[in-house]
């Protein structure tokens, strides 16, 4: 049972019940979505744990499946923020549609099962790699309308602010792994885990933040 | 590919992942920065708007106290001394003397008609805030048409450029002050028979200019006291809201005041 939490699993099932917690009354359907978008992500980080150890089985097929998931409930979460500032529907929806051709071009290339294999050097996931740069530009614009924003913002209590901060940290930070991805051996696989452990420790801490603030706004604006 | 060394690649991701994320760091602590700045920016611009309005509510006071003395000062000095004149003319009727009683009647008729005359002309200064709600071109055709009145000037009004749809009762006021002040000015001393007077509104910025045919001035030679009074105040009033005034004069060939004011 307790090859099942790991240093991944362990903060994002805290970021799953945080998000539960916090944001299963709240209005907006796009942070709701964010709760079944972290049931599936740690779903998938256990049942991957479950074929890797149990069975001994290839594991990247839940991942890849995973991915339609975390690009939909982030973009539609992005659609939201960006909402009030300007029409965003037809960026987030071209990004979107990128992402769907990128993708279902890897699952005809390579084997379904396979291609978003980090431990095999033939094959690069494009789609993860397109995905972390619309996520990072998406958050750098967020940043520049935050900045061009004629009012003035406590980010030190803004939930948007902090998830977008979490989503930049790991997307942007995660380019040196996507870049060095076909050039790495595998004696330093793990080397490379820590560093994504820490992204996703940062991103969960984040959005786990980001939660309670959003809880916090919520309440003091009811009150 | 060929594959790099072990220790090399290792040093390339921890640099690079180091660089990639140092890079969010720098830019989270920008936009804090930044965020910062716009809130002391914010708080001095709410700050700069309290002192307006504090500057607003002063000059406007002010005005006031200046129609009131204007107002004391004309009713002792001006139409007391015309209604004290009317008394005494008609206590000095001697109805057997009937020519010299039509004569004196006459007189008395004359100094009570120059006597509702100064009332009227008080009556426009007190009148002055009513007036503005109508609107600034509506204020300032209201005051021609009661200098036309007169039958001693012949004004021409041109207002170009259209006034923005959201106006500032504040700034009309005092703007209008400044145009009675000049306009007293002008039948004070000017000795004029044209005046001219343009309303102008282009890309945010109010302009009133104000030009009369009469002696005009030089002003290295008006004295202190008397250049302080008029012409100084209509520089002050046009400052305080943010504006400003020149004021061009020669001897025998007129004055021409213009006002400039951000606007709204």
Same mark, same amino acid.
């Given at each position: 049972?307790?090859k #099942? =939490?790991?240093v991944?699993?362990s *903060?994002?099932?805290?970021?799953? @019940?945080?998000?539960?917690? +916090?944001?299963?009354?709240? %209005?907006?359907?796009?942070?709701?979505?964010?709760?079944i978008?972290l049931?599936i992500?740690?779903?998938t980080?256990?049942f991957?744990?479950y074929l890797k150890?149990?069975l001994h089985?290839?594991?990247?097929?839940?991942y890849?499946?995973?991915?339609?998931?975390?690009?939909?409930?982030i973009?539609?979460?992005?659609?939201?923020?960006?909402?009030? #500032? =300007?029409?965003?529907?037809?960026? *987030?929806?071209?990004g979107?549609? @990128?992402l769907?051709?990128? +993708?279902?071009?890897?699952? %005809?290339?390579?084997?379904?099962?396979?291609?978003?294999?980090?431990?095999?050097d033939?094959?690069?996931?494009?789609?993860?790699?397109?995905?972390?740069?619309?996520?990072?530009?998406?958050s750098l614009?967020?940043?520049?309308l935050?900045?061009k924003?004629?009012?003035?913002?406590n980010?030190?209590?803004?939930a948007?602010?902090?998830?977008?901060?979490?989503v930049?940290?790991?997307?942007?930070?995660?380019?040196?792994?996507n @870049?060095?991805?076909?050039?790495?051996?595998?004696?330093?696989?793990?080397?490379?885990?820590?560093v994504?452990?820490?992204?996703?420790w940062?991103?969960y801490?984040?959005?786990?933040?980001?939660?309670?603030?959003?809880?916090?706004?919520?309440t003091t604006?009811?009150? | 590919?060929?594959?790099m060394?072990?220790?090399?690649?290792?040093?390339l991701?921890i640099?690079?992942?180091?660089?990639?994320?140092?890079?969010?760091?720098?830019?989270l602590?920008?936009?804090?920065v930044?965020?910062?700045?716009?809130?002391?920016?914010?708080?001095?611009?709410?700050?700069?708007?309290l002192?307006?309005?504090?500057?607003?509510?002063k000059t406007?006071?002010?005005?006031?106290?200046?129609t009131?003395?204007t107002?004391?000062?004309?009713?002792?000095d001006n139409?007391?001394?015309?209604?004290?004149?009317?008394?005494?003319?008609?206590n000095?009727?001697?109805?057997?003397?009937?020519p010299?009683?039509?004569?004196?009647?006459d007189a008395?008729?004359?100094?009570?008609?120059?006597?509702?005359?100064e009332?009227?002309l008080l009556?426009k200064?007190?009148?002055?805030?009513?007036l503005?709600?109508?609107?600034?071109?509506?204020?300032?055709?209201h005051?021609?048409?009661?200098i036309?009145?007169?039958g001693?000037?012949?004004?021409i009004?041109t207002?170009?450029?259209?006034?923005?749809?959201?106006?500032?009762p504040d700034?009309d006021?005092i703007?209008f002050r400044?145009?009675?002040?000049i306009?007293?000015?002008?039948?004070k001393h000017?000795?004029?028979?044209?005046?001219?007077?343009k309303l102008?509104?282009?890309?945010?910025?109010?302009?009133?200019?104000v030009?009369d045919n009469?002696?005009?001035?030089?002003?290295?030679?008006?004295?202190a006291?008397k250049?302080?009074?008029?012409?100084?105040?209509?520089?002050?009033r046009?400052g305080?809201?943010g504006?400003?005034?020149t004021?061009?004069?020669?001897?025998?060939?007129?004055?021409?005041?213009?006002?400039?004011?951000?606007?709204?």
């Amino acid at each position: 049972m307790l090859k #099942y =939490f790991t240093v991944n699993t362990s *903060i994002e099932l805290i970021c799953f @019940l945080t998000a539960l917690l +916090y944001l299963r009354r709240d %209005k907006s359907f796009a942070w709701r979505g964010i709760i079944i978008y972290l049931f599936i992500t740690c779903l998938t980080e256990l049942f991957a744990i479950y074929l890797k150890k149990q069975l001994h089985h290839n594991n990247q097929w839940p991942y890849n499946l995973s991915i339609i998931f975390e690009a939909t409930f982030i973009s539609l979460l992005f659609l939201n923020l960006f909402n009030k #500032y =300007f029409n965003s529907k037809p960026v *987030i929806l071209g990004g979107l549609a @990128l992402l769907l051709v990128i +993708y279902c071009y890897e699952v %005809k290339e390579h084997h379904f099962v396979l291609f978003r294999d980090t431990t095999n050097d033939l094959l690069n996931s494009t789609t993860n790699d397109s995905m972390s740069a619309l996520f990072s530009l998406y958050s750098l614009y967020y940043f520049y309308l935050l900045l061009k924003d004629k009012d003035y913002i406590n980010f030190e209590f803004s939930a948007n602010f902090w998830w977008v901060v979490g989503v930049f940290f790991y997307y942007f930070g995660s380019t040196t792994i996507n @870049l060095l991805r076909d050039r790495l051996t595998s004696d330093y696989y793990g080397f490379t885990n820590t560093v994504l452990v820490v992204l996703v420790w940062i991103i969960y801490g984040c959005w786990s933040y980001s939660f309670i603030c959003r809880r916090w706004a919520t309440t003091t604006s009811n009150s | 590919m060929q594959k790099m060394g072990n220790n090399d690649i290792k040093q390339l991701v921890i640099t690079a992942t180091l660089i990639f994320l140092m890079a969010p760091a720098f830019v989270l602590a920008y936009i804090f920065v930044y965020n910062k700045r716009k809130k002391m920016h914010i708080k001095e611009k709410a700050l700069m708007q309290l002192t307006f309005d504090a500057e607003i509510t002063k000059t406007q006071l002010e005005v006031q106290e200046q129609t009131m003395q204007t107002i004391g000062a004309d009713l002792h000095d001006n139409i007391g001394q015309l209604l004290s004149l009317t008394s005494l003319t008609l206590n000095s009727i001697e109805l057997k003397n009937a020519p010299k009683a039509r004569q004196k009647i006459d007189a008395a008729i004359d100094l009570t008609l120059r006597s509702i005359k100064e009332m009227r002309l008080l009556g426009k200064l007190l009148q002055g805030d009513q007036l503005v709600v109508m609107g600034l071109s509506a204020a300032i055709s209201h005051e021609i048409t009661w200098i036309e009145k007169s039958g001693h000037y012949k004004v021409i009004y041109t207002n170009d450029g259209e006034m923005p749809a959201v106006s500032s009762p504040d700034k009309d006021l005092i703007l209008f002050r400044i145009l009675q002040e000049i306009l007293n000015n002008i039948i004070k001393h000017a000795k004029a028979t044209e005046i001219n007077i343009k309303l102008d509104y282009q890309e945010a910025v109010l302009q009133l200019q104000v030009t009369d045919n009469g002696v005009g001035f030089n002003s290295a030679d008006l004295p202190a006291e008397k250049s302080g009074m008029g012409l100084q105040n209509i520089q002050k009033r046009a400052g305080i809201i943010g504006g400003e005034a020149t004021i061009l004069s020669n001897p025998d060939k007129g004055t021409t005041i213009t006002v400039f004011i951000p606007y709204p």
